[in-house]
């Protein structure tokens, strides 16, 4: 099987990020994604590093629990990629798995975010520019 491409990143989850019932908070998760889309989209030279200084807004979530993710599962294993890809806007696809789990398992989230690029200074929605995108397109599914 040939799995498409995918930028990965390892989170760690935090005694913090459990609840009463011993597994990952829905909220907690949230917070886990977004720390994973952070190195692939906003870390230093990456062509999409401006959405992190001039602005990303955060449009649309949607979460799937398909398992529960409990503190042992450190770190979380979050697969992603762009699922849609417009003038203005973008998708991006997660899949979460608990450590050591095979990547053509069943993840345990499935994910997605529709993020949109802002200007700070003008406060509205702008163009994605082309190395930004040339960059996401890379990802696209």
Known sequence: M???KRFHAKVEIRWSDMDVFQHVNHAR???????ARIPWLFDGAKP????GRQGCVLVDLH???RGQ?????TPLDIAMWIEQLR???FTIGYEVRAHGAP???APAVTASTQLAAFDIDTQRLRRLDAAERDYLA???A
């Open 2 to 4: 040939v799995l498409p």
């Open 29 to 35: 998760m949230v917070t886990l994604l977004e720390e």
């Open 48 to 51: 999409t590093a401006s959405l």
């Open 63 to 65: 979460v799937k629990y």
């Open 69 to 73: 993710l409990r503190h042992e599962d």
């Open 87 to 89: 003038a203005v806007d």
């Open 103 to 105: 990547l053509d398992s």
């Open 138 to 140: 890379l990802w696209r």
